[in-house]
């Protein structure tokens, strides 16, 4: 099975953003890599990934880049997120700061193949995230049998929105609502992580 294009919107969801979001609309710079993956590990959402310390350093690092650079983009153009390893900070942005398509950096970890393994098992991985982060943000017991088009209403899509759209919406809304942000309601954002969730599982299924 091959992976999606590079193209943001063909990339596979990686839940870290949402709570890396989090961790930097509290304490805007100072950040590293490590450090924020120390931190995603406080709240028990960084587990090991690899038996192999090498290995392990490396995925952790991928999926934080990974999610940086995908977040980076979806902040635009009302703040920017300096995404370099050892200087991370969230912004506002003055207009000066652009995404460097070209750069390689930025390249490498947007592309999945990077991370050395296939599809499914990137999926499964990302999976065992959501699963830890929505028991993080309190996911209540919401019947798997809801309906695709309630989903998709709680979305505010229409009933044939394509995927490209549904993801597209997904993330408008999750940084509306999330918590920690200034037009944040935890409940509407733990909604929209259902129905988003629920919706990628028809997909996939």
């Not at 919107?9 to 961790?23: C, F």
């Amino acid at each position: 099975m091959t992976l999606p294009e590079r193209h943001s919107d063909e990339q596979p969801e990686n839940p870290l953003i949402w709570p890396i979001l989090g961790i930097l609309e509290k304490q805007h710079d100072g950040w590293m890599v490590h450090t924020l993956a120390d931190a995603l590990k406080q709240q028990d959402l960084m587990k090991t990934l690899d038996d192999a310390p090498d290995q392990d350093l490396f995925k952790r690092n991928f999926l934080l880049m990974n999610a940086l650079y995908q977040l980076q983009e979806m902040l635009l153009p009302e703040q920017w997120l300096q995404a370099h390893a050892m200087d991370i900070r969230l912004m506002a942005n003055t207009g000066t700061q652009q995404i460097d398509t070209a750069d390689p950096l930025r390249e490498y970890y947007l592309d999945w193949q990077n991370y050395e393994t296939d599809g499914d098992a990137i999926r499964e991985l990302l999976s065992s995230f959501w699963k830890r982060y929505q028991q993080h943000i309190g996911q209540r017991n919401v019947s798997n049998n809801v309906s695709w088009q309630h989903d998709l209403a709680i979305l505010e899509l229409p009933a044939d929105a394509s995927p490209v759209q549904i993801r597209r919406q997904w993330r408008r809304l999750a940084l509306r609502w999330h918590p920690d942000r200034p037009s944040g309601d935890s409940d509407k954002f733990r909604e929209a992580c259902e129905a988003w969730q629920r919706i990628q599982s028809r997909l996939h299924s």
